[in-house]
């Protein structure tokens, strides 16, 4: 743009085209100097005005809408959003110029709460509150909701749905995490009208569903931070549409809604959503569409969620739950076992979901990934009881895992759920011979422990390991007789000094250990063994770095942790395989 040239819409608009035919705009020297110089005009034509800054921030670098973005909060920008402003207020504004108003008020204000805030100082209220009641608006809208008419033409572009789609969306924008323009908005009435219209939704095209979805998406930003400023008559008018909606869309948007409030477990709310249950249950066995039924049972497990309502009202549709887990459909599954899973995590459910066990561990059976791993925490949450824990073993749980980690050995989700259960299995006195003589779990979970560099698994396995060891002799000795399986933990507990002595870095270490805890689980076991045994220990400090790792347990916050390490040194004293000047140059060189 030449210095001597006059300032015109036309040239801005010309200049503009040239800084997005490059690629898109970046807030730049160049961009700031083109919105000073758009700040500056002065022009009767909003449209023309609107038009060009639409374009603009149409071509803006997605990435800049973020919070650091200050243009249009206290740099030159502010200036332009004081036009905007002053144009929301004027009586008759033209329809193109609301659809250009809504769409400059939803960039500007995307991912940025600081411009929202300018915007509600400089009384964006009373704007929204005069482009709503605008007379070609209020037509758009009585033939929208009313007739159902959706095919006009509003602008040059916009049919009426595309138009009152943009101009919600705009609307959400606004209000999303910003509670004084939430307020606002609540206490001049909009959210009650847009209720009423949302009421109005049952018989609802398809064609109509993306302002439906928008007017609920509105009402979804309110839940989780301002559900106190929605009407009350809220929640009863999605409950309509959860059942009656016409459209499919409508319908899966309004569960969603229902799901994200009773999420929050509200006294208020709480005996609306005790009634649902029934329902609910009666909706997902009679419905057919898998999306829908899908979405009631996300919201079905919600409610189970809530502590406060009794587990008597969720057991009679356990049955109907445990035949779902044995849907085709992966999703359906998936959705199925996780309500059974919340129900499983009421302890007076328990007895109830052991007589379940052999219809559940059927299951497992033909599931992988997603669907398989939720089948694993639910077996965990069941596993609580003695009784069902026996039954695990009966319809012999552990080999089944054990064989379909040994088909998706790099599945590292399926594998951490699988060792809860074996964790919930090992648990059982009565179990642990039979894991590690019946089973040769050691072999297992050391081929687990050298396939995962996941420390939450590593950990997982060591406290397996742990407890099948403990005050036991003959299953310390199954372990010791597997040269890499004490190889493996002895790595572990001396990781870092071992790094350090030897100069090593983790790239050229047989074992990385990121997390202290799995050092100081893996010198516990040696500390076990170590105490179980003189020729375990005989062994085991053959490695220069044990010492060390036990020092370590002395040195570290817990108590447990120290006098787990003072008995293992005793032990070692008595077996005369170390001295105290051994324990004291270890402590000199301690790292």
Known sequence: MQSNQPITLELLDETLKKMYSEGNIIINEKSIKWIEQMSMIETTDDGKYLGIFEDFLRHVDSKEFNEKLTLFNEGKGTKIVDKILKVCVEPNIPIENVSKIITCLAFITNNN?????????????????????????????????STFEYERKVTTQLTSVQFVTSLLSGLLTLVTNCEDIQK???????????????????????????????????????????????????????????????????????????????????????SIFDELITPIEKEIERINDEFIKQSLLLLFRSICNDEKIESYRFIPFLNSLIEMTQSPIKETMICAIEAIN????????????????????????????EGYSSLMLLLTNMGRTDETIRKYKTYKVTEQIIEYIKIHPHDERAL????????????????????????????????????????????????????????????????????????????????????????????TSTR????????????????????????????????????????????????????????????????????????????????
């Open 113 to 145: 709460f600081k411009t929202k805030e300018y915007l509600y100082e400089h009384n964006i209220i009373e704007g929204i509150e005069n482009l709503l009641i605008q007379p070609e608006i209020v037509k758009i809208f009585e033939e929208l909701f």
């Open 512 to 591: 990385e250990v990121r997390d202290v805890r799995v050092a100081y689980e893996a010198t516990r076991i040696l500390c076990n063994l170590i105490n179980l045994k003189s020729e375990y220990a005989n062994t085991i400090m053959k490695d220069p770095y044990v010492i060390y790792a036990i020092l370590d347990l002395i040195h570290s916050h817990y108590q447990i942790l120290k006098d787990e390490g003072n008995y293992a040194l005793n032990r070692l004293k008595q077996y005369e395989i170390i001295t105290d000047d051994d324990i004291k140059k270890a402590e000199a060189s301690r790292i």
């Open 416 to 507: 951490l759920m699988s060792l809860s259960v074996i964790n919930s299995i090992s648990v059982l006195h009565e179990n642990r011979d039979y894991l590690t003589f019946d089973l040769n779990i050691f072999e297992v979970l050391n081929d687990w422990y050298n396939v995962s560099t996941n420390q939450v698994i590593i950990f997982n396995i060591q406290q397996i390991i742990s407890r099948l060891i403990l005050n036991s002799s003959l299953r310390a000795e199954h372990f010791m007789n597997l040269p890499t399986a004490i190889n493996s933990i002895i790595e572990t507990a001396g990781y870092t000094v071992r790094l350090i002595k030897e100069k090593r870095t983790p790239q």
């Open 342 to 369: 919340s129900i499983a995590l009421r302890d007076d459910t328990l007895n109830i979901l052991s007589n379940k066990v052999e219809d559940i561990v059927k299951r497992i059976q033909g599931i992988e990934g």
């Open 184 to 270: 606002e908005i609540s206490e001049k009435g909009i959210i009650e009208l847009l209720l009423q219209l949302l009421s109005n939704g049952k018989q609802a095209p398809n064609e109509l569903m993306t302002i439906y979805g928008s007017i609920i998406a509105i009402i979804d930003s309110y839940i989780e931070k301002s559900i106190k400023l929605l009407p009350q008559n809220t929640i009863n008018i999605l409950k309509e549409l959860i059942f009656e909606a016409q459209a499919k869309g409508i319908r899966i948007m309004a569960i969603k809604a229902l799901t994200d409030i009773s999420d929050l477990k509200l006294e208020d709310y709480r």
